[in-house]
């Protein structure tokens, strides 16, 4: 299902080298006429209360770009909302007119189309330049750099100063003034909306990107969304820079600016150059800001050096110096005044229930001061702390020109040691692949529970540059043979580290503070293994691979073929795999009446798809997008369908058959902005289940039924057949947020109101499906025989912030059924249950569990023992109605294909009715 989308990546990524820049080179003279952004926005770039909003950004910008000729504007593609997303290149003219030669060297540099020769090597050493990449604004609140950004361009485009004239002569300064322009009008909006109420503060009621908001920096493995793929290309297809800046902010109370080395664990896939250069860069910025007498600039503090998935971070496993810095928010465009603290009189760090009850103290009375920094003691990575007063988005955007322009310098500055050290570290790469331990990753055609996820994780790779080739005949690897077709990832490869870190087991280096202290909690997740997260088969080869293997490498996404055989009005299918579902519903779309029918021969369970009343054609083309062996049976007579007589398979028809309904969903999102609820809505709609959003007011709505459906009174049953509860705290669904700060319309919770709704809503035949931390709102509201064995556990008795677990699925279970007994799932801090005696009308199940013992598959877990043999997935049989808990989070950030079965599953499940009666 991502094939056409990867297709279109390659596409335009070659048509970009062939792109002739510069449409309009005009004489330096011109770059007179360009006004400057204050002139341009009436106002001074970062003034308190003013925002430039993006179509005022993208405007300025294409007015430079017409009149200097330093500057290039190219729209990379558009936004989710379809907006522009833009790039800038900015280099001396003389540079720009040749902008392929060194776009050429610069690719060269990362061994595109083989390793450089010696003389292209000495080409790019003498003439190269240092290509760095500016990325602002992925999260959106964090406003400043947008705005930064006009007044260092124009500088960029217009000064004469020796500083600009070595930077324009050394660096081709690629620049993203937006990663999410979608979030960019999103905030600016809301904020215009409420300045000058009484609602200035008042948080967004909904995500800053169309579905996936903060959480739009950790899709840099999957790429999900538009803006992570067109950011891939840009990396790793189209410019290969060698050094990545991404700007961001972070709370309003310690330090005003982060920047680089960070902290560890670090990984040991990067190699240390990298983590070096961290350091040279990140020093340099923090020396500018110390010269130019700004205060509070730290390092070494709070993001560790360990994680896949965001965005500068990712271009360390290919070998691109990622840099962050982080510089302490205003309130968007309002000031916020901190009380001063005594220096070198230090507080204990905020405890959670202190950060929470702050940001409700802030959310209450916005415009009282902060309290005053708690970390106040000078040491080598804080020197000159921070000690309170007042913070304004023109201090964000001083300390980010600063910052960034220093980067620009001393990229500048050290161009040929960066160009040879960048070249040692991608020439040591591919060497040690060729030398092998390991010298390829193999993913295995013949052996595969669903090989469509194979697929689609070799696409994932490619998005990422990793090169993947087939093997063209049967080969052997440590030993063991492989098919001819099976995927092999050659370790000698530029982004080989990247594959590798990508596709083995994590192990989380614990860090102490000392021997005595609980380890210091990971940053974000512990586990990506995509693999494991994609049902995917991985095999990571030591020794090199045997003599005469031959590889074709992929020019393109592999596209696994359906196929159909014979004709009929009766087909079927295996149903295996999240990919199952979406052909089903394309089924279902196009007047197909399904039968799935589970079935056990010898122990081994597999389950069969039936279908008939589609037209052949339609059943064609479902076959070939979704990659499925469909075959025709015996034809069926409409009127009467599938039934014993005419059941066309060897076993007979089984008890368990049901035939399915397109499932009437509602998704419930507060108006609390619930990252979950988007990545739900998200995954919903790539394998096109049609649902309908409730919010808080929708869930209340109670009273008589229009009575059109016999026997339903509630009329939330009357219009849906499952109700799924995102992951969320209880409280948040029950009270939302509740202050006057807040606007009226999206104050509150669904409250006692909405709970007996949904009591009514699952009395009257409903499935409600709570995911992850909703699952205590069912626990507590609803009289059910489960408990959460995770509730009173410490974090030092049980703690998990993000790990791949085992899991053990039983797949005679309706909601089991297409997946294979042991997969892998994602776990993070959510409930895990144990059943209890309920009521007689009552039938619980587990439908998944952990091991008992091995939980952990990838990653970090304190108190795993705690979990073994416990349950992650439950169906409670309401009678007439379901309630299905997900204590494992089974469609975490869309990653987890592995685990997307159980989820539809239960939507398909919702309702199903007997073939045979029940
Ligand atoms: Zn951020």
């Known amino acids: 299902m991502f094939s056409r989308r990867i297709s279109v990546l390659f596409g335009l990524a070659i048509a970009s080298l062939v792109l002739i820049p510069g449409v309009q080179l005009l004489a330096a003279a011109d770059a007179n006429s360009i006004p400057t952004p204050e002139k341009f926005l009436g106002f001074r770039v970062g003034e308190d209360k003013k925002l430039a909003r993006w179509e005022k950004i993208v405007e300025y910008m294409r007015m430079i770009a017409k009149s200097s000729d330093r500057v290039l504007l190219r729209e990379l593609g558009k936004t989710t909302n379809n907006n522009p997303f833009i790039l800038l290149e900015i280099s001396s003219a003389e540079t720009l007119k040749d902008l392929d ?419 210091e909690p990971p940053y974000d997740v512990t586990a990506w293994s995509l693999g494991m997260q994609m049902g995917v088969e991985t095999i990571v080869a030591k020794k090199p691979l045997a003599a005469g293997t031959k590889l074709s490498k992929l020019t393109e996404a592999p596209k696994l073929a359906g196929t159909i055989e014979g004709t009929s009005n009766a087909f079927g299918f295996d149903y295996r795999g999240a990919d199952s579902a979406l052909a089903i519903n394309r089924l279902l779309k196009a007047g197909a009446r399904i039968t799935v029918a589970p079935s056990s021969t010898v122990g081994r369970p597999s389950t069969s798809v039936l279908f008939y009343g589609a037209p052949q054609s339609s059943v064609e083309s479902i076959a070939r997008e979704n990659g499925i062996q469909v075959f025709a049976h015996r034809r069926v007579d409409p009127a009467i369908g599938f039934n014993q007589s005419n059941w066309p398979l060897k076993l007979p028809m089984p008890s368990t058959a049901r035939s399915l309904v397109a499932p009437r969903i509602g998704l419930y999102q507060s108006w609390t902005s619930n990252m979950d609820e988007g990545w739900t809505r998200w995954v919903l709609e790539q394998y096109e289940f049609p649902y309908t959003i409730l919010h808080n007011a929708d869930i209340r709505e109670r009273g008589p039924s229009s009575g059109a459906t016999a026997g339903i009174s509630s009329k939330l049953r009357e219009k849906y057949d499952v109700i799924i509860l995102p992951d969320q705290q209880p409280r948040d669904i029950l009270n939302g947020f509740d202050f006057k700060t807040v606007r009226e319309e999206y104050r509150g919770g669904i409250g006692d109101e909405g709970v007996e709704a949904l009591r009514q809503f699952v009395r009257e035949g409903g499935t409600l499906i709570a995911l992850g931390g909703s699952c205590d709102l069912a626990i507590d509201k609803f009289p059910i025989p489960v408990r959460n064995l995770k509730r009173g556990l410490t974090r030092d008795q049980h703690f998990a912030p993000g790990t791949i677990v085992r899991i053990q699925v039983d797949n005679t279970h309706p909601l089991g059924l297409g997946m294979p007994s042991d997969t892998y799932g994602f776990y993070n801090n959510s409930p895990f249950f144990a059943l209890v005696e309920g009521f007689a009308s009552q039938k619980a199940s587990v439908v998944a569990r952990y091991p008992n013992s091995d939980v952990v598959a990838s990653g970090w877990l304190k108190g795993e023992e705690l979990m073994a043999g416990r349950a992650a997935v439950v169906s409670i049989e309401m009678n007439p109605g379901r309630i299905v808990l997900f204590g494992l989070r089974p469609q975490h950030r869309a990653q987890t294909h592995a685990t997307f079965p159980l989820l539809f599953n239960a939507l398909l499940w919702a309702c199903g009715t007997a073939e045979n009666g029940r």
Not at 156 to 181: G, H, M, Y
Not at 274 to 294: M, P, T
Not at 399 to 422: K, P, V
């Open 101 to 519: 030669r060194f776009k050429r060297l610069e690719r060269k540099l990362y061994f595109q189309g083989g390793a450089p020769s010696d003389s292209e090597r000495l080409e790019i050493f003498r003439s190269g330049k240092a290509v760095v990449l500016v990325t602002c604004n992925v999260h959106s609140t964090e406003i400043g750099s947008s705005q930064m950004v006009l007044e260092l361009v124009h500088r960029l485009a217009t000064e004469d100063s020796p500083a600009v004239k070595r930077v324009l002569d050394n660096v081709i300064f690629l620049l993203v003034p937006s990663l999410n322009p979608d979030g960019q009008i999103i905030v600016t909006d809301w904020y215009n909306k409420n300045l000058g109420t009484e609602y200035e503060a008042s948080p967004l009621p909904w995500l800053y990107h169309p579905y996936i908001g903060h959480d739009n920096n950790r899709d840099m493995y999957m790429f999900t969304q538009k803006e992570s793929q067109l950011t891939a290309r840009l990396l790793w297809h189209d410019w290969f820079p060698s050094v990545w800046l991404d700007e961001h902010q972070m709370g309003s109370q310690g330090a005003r600016i982060f920047v680089m080395p960070a902290t560890d664990p670090i990984n040991q896939n990067v190699h240390p150059l990298i983590y070096r250069w961290n350091g040279i860069l990140g020093q340099a910025q923090a020396a500018a800001l110390e010269s130019a007498g700004k205060e509070g600039i730290i390092y070494n503090s709070t993001y560790t050096n360990f994680w896949q998935g965001a965005m500068a971070w990712s271009g360390w496993w290919h070998n691109q110096v990622g840099l962050l810095t982080e510089v302490a928010s205003a309130r968007i465009a309002s000031p916020i005044e901190q009380r001063k603290a005594q220096p070198g009189r230090a507080t204990a760090p905020a405890s959670e229930e202190d950060r929470q009850s702050q940001q409700r103290r802030e959310m209450e009375n916005p415009n009282e001061p902060l309290p005053p920094p708690r970390d106040v003691t000078p040491r080598t990575e804080y020197p000159r702390p921070w000690l309170g007063g007042k913070w304004t988005l023109r201090d964000i955007v001083d300390y980010e020109l600063i910052a960034t322009m220093a980067l620009l310098e001393t990229a500048a500055d050290h161009r040929e040691q960066l160009l040879r050290q960048i070249y040692e570290v991608n020439r040591a790469t591919v060497e040690a692949g060729a030398k092998g331990d390991p010298s390829a990753i193999i993913i295995p055609v013949d052996r595969q529970h669903d090989l469509r996820e194979a697929h689609h994780l070799v696409e994932r790779l490619q998005m990422a540059g990793v090169e993947v080739s087939r093997a063209d005949r049967e080969f052997e690897a440590d030993d063991k043979k492989y098919a001819a077709g099976t995927f092999v990832i050659p370790m000698n490869q530029v982004f080989a580290r990247y594959a590798k870190d990508l596709l083995e087991k994590q192990t989380y280096p614990e860090v102490r503070r000392s021997s005595n202290s609980p380890p």
